[in-house]
């Protein structure tokens, strides 16, 4: 009465990540807890397991004594017990019997199985778990399977594993159906009530730079290195990259012949706008390469305020800026330096005021619109027309020219102060 533990568990059809061996063992473990529960101990069991057909026996084995001198029937058994069993027994000689699966009864078998499914959940459970720990900073590509309110569920095409995309790790302008195919990095991995939650993400920087490896061959083979990455997901990133062989181009060879390489990651991004420029450790040549599609005229920096004072020709500002003020953030940030831009010819004066001390005067989200382009001084502000002032903010004319009445007023009677 051999049990094919395939066709009676059928929940083990299931289990892809567990291997077989491993299967196995987690099934002695739990039949020699059941052998303890029946006969106290299972010192004297063997438990064969057949891995080709999925069989699995049990054999008990005790020392053959005398009749009326058993001492422990745990493990000793009369010779007339013996014979019944196999009838050329003799006394000394030890004793095999089978022990069949009905034996421990059908509740203690219920409990065994449902005890051995438990067990092989948990190890794929945690073997999934170490699997995608390893895997962070991988990007997979996979199936959307789920549309939640707050994320995606995706199967990973190569291991069918669940996966998460938190809306908040999408980049704007994402979309995706059921059955969309979609890339992303692996993020995280976590464990919540003891199961493996791995999440992905669209808008981490990483991502941007595993698209690049894939799609630059220099950047895997480490003749190019990415330097540095900043990032609005689906609005515009820059990139620094440095060659390691002269004759390589680091730029050209990430843009690719008339931009066949980067216009894959733009369309995987959703048309982000990707600056890809030359690092130097000059600084003035890294802000102005930054800036780009600007054209900078002269730079100033300042580095006890860790400030850069850019001067652009009236039509460069604009590029310089650019939209809602993003051009010149991700500058800032990919060189460590904050950025004030000014009209070429415009003399800079030592006294400036920062937007943040005309709370009292000017409204609050007034000055935060004024950031939001780039603009955090009084002289930042100045430096450009009301006209670009008006088209590149929500401000109506009339409260600009009311805010550059106040940053004016302000400055004059700070210059006077100083010339007394």
Known sequence: MSINLIDSFKEFKSIKSIDFPTMIKVLEDVFRTLIRKKYSSDENFDIIVNANEGDLEIWRKREIVPDGEVEDDRFQITITEALEIENDYEIGEECYQRVHIMDFGRRAIMAARQTLISRILELEK???FKMYEDCVGDVIRGEVYQILKRELVVLDDETGVELLLPKSEMVRGDYFRKGDTLKAIIRKVDMRNSNPVILLSRTDNAFL??????????????LITVKRIVRVPGERAKVAVESYDDRIDPVGACVGMKGSRIYGIVRELR??????????????LLIQRSLTPAKISSIDIDHSKNRASVFLKPEEISKAIGKKGINIKLASK??????????????ESDFDVELNEFKDEIEEWIIDELKSIGCDTARSVLALHKDELERRTDLEAETINEVLKILSAELEEGNEDEEE
């Open 271 to 284: 048309n982000e706008n990707i600056d890809i420029i030359n690092f130097t450790n000059n600084e003035s």
């Open 209 to 222: 730079e595993k698209l690049l490896e894939q799609e630059v061959p220099e950047i895997e083979d480490g």
């Open 334 to 347: 990919l060189t460590g330096f904050t950025i004030d831009v000014y009209r070429e010819g415009f003399e």
């Open 126 to 128: 945690d073997k999934v």
